[in-house]
């Protein structure tokens, strides 16, 4: 299921639900001619990835206590 779609020029996002994903997760997507592309892009889970800490910078700070 696709919603929610927010189109900016050649530029879009939406939330798509699967079986993978039930509670759904907003993509990216591109126009290439007349046709939207879904990239590899996912806004909420970039966001998630830019706060977390490595395990390794965890272990450093954990010995250094």
Not at 15 to 35: H, Q, S, W, Y
Not at 36 to 55: C, F
């Amino acid at each position: 299921e696709i919603r929610n779609e927010e189109i900016k020029g050649d530029e879009a996002s939406a939330e798509l639900k699967t079986a993978a994903i039930p509670n759904g997760a907003r993509f990216k997507f591109v126009k290439e001619g007349n046709d939207w592309k879904l990239t590899n892009q996912t806004p909420d889970l970039d966001a998630v990835k830019q706060t977390a800490q490595p395990a390794a910078n965890i272990a450093n700070t954990a010995e250094k206590k």
